[in-house]
Structure formats: structure tokens, C-alpha cells
């Protein structure tokens, strides 16, 4: 009986090392998070897609819808109406707390994340 208790505790830790978690609370917020992660200068073809995708999806919720149309826009830095955009977004306290932390890193965003920003965004993954 021992033994098999220990079996089970073994298990479940390997399970809990193995199986990859991510922070990211919904299927657009991780897409939106890889996509910045591989950022340099401007979303490949691919990606701009993607994100506009998510920001015409009924089921996006309005800060993916506003992080992505942005991020679709961005070349180098984020135009001047998508970051009016995201700086309402994040004094309405409505989007979840990773969009937020998406829309906050884009906002800084110079030609590609900064290494703590992609720290922050690699926990999303």
C-alpha cells in the first residue's frame, strides 16, 4: 500500500514537470503572446493574419480585439490611435490581467520586446 502511494506521488510530479503550462487564459491571448514573442520590427505576413482574425472574432474578447488589431498595425512602434487605444484599454481595468500585460509590453514596444518583456510574455507560451 506504501509503495503504491509512492508510485502515485511519483506520477503525479513527473506529470506536473512534463505537461507545459501557460498563463495565458484563452486560445487569442496565447497566439497574441507568441506572435509578439517572435516580433522584430513588424508581424510576418502570417501572423498579421492571425491577428486579424482574432480581432474580428465574436468570441475575442474586446482587449484581445484591441492588442491584436494593434499589434497587426505595428511597424517598428505602435501607431499613435492603436496606443490611445490600448492606454484606454488599460485604465478601464477591463481586460484580463495577461491581455493587459500584452497591451502594456506593446505600448514600450521598440522594434522588438525588451529581454524582461520577453521573460513576461515566454510565462504566456
Request: neutral net charge.
Amino acid at each position: 500500500m506504501y509503495l503504491k502511494k509512492i508510485g502515485m506521488l511519483v506520477l503525479l510530479v513527473v506529470t506536473a514537470l512534463v505537461t507545459p503550462v501557460s498563463l495565458a487564459d484563452t486560445p487569442g491571448t496565447r497566439t497574441i503572446a507568441n506572435i509578439l514573442y517572435h516580433f522584430n520590427h513588424f508581424p510576418a505576413q502570417a501572423a498579421q493574419k492571425s491577428l486579424l482574425r482574432i480581432a474580428q472574432d465574436p468570441g475575442s474578447s474586446e482587449g484581445e480585439k484591441i492588442v491584436a488589431q494593434a499589434l497587426a498595425r505595428t511597424e517598428h512602434k505602435v501607431k499613435s490611435e492603436d496606443a490611445a487605444a490600448l492606454e484606454q484599454l488599460l485604465e478601464s481595468d477591463s481586460g484580463s490581467d495577461q491581455i493587459r500585460t500584452l497591451a502594456r509590453i506593446l505600448l514600450h514596444l521598440n522594434h522588438k520586446p525588451s529581454d524582461e518583456d520577453m521573460a513576461t510574455i515566454k510565462l504566456m507560451l
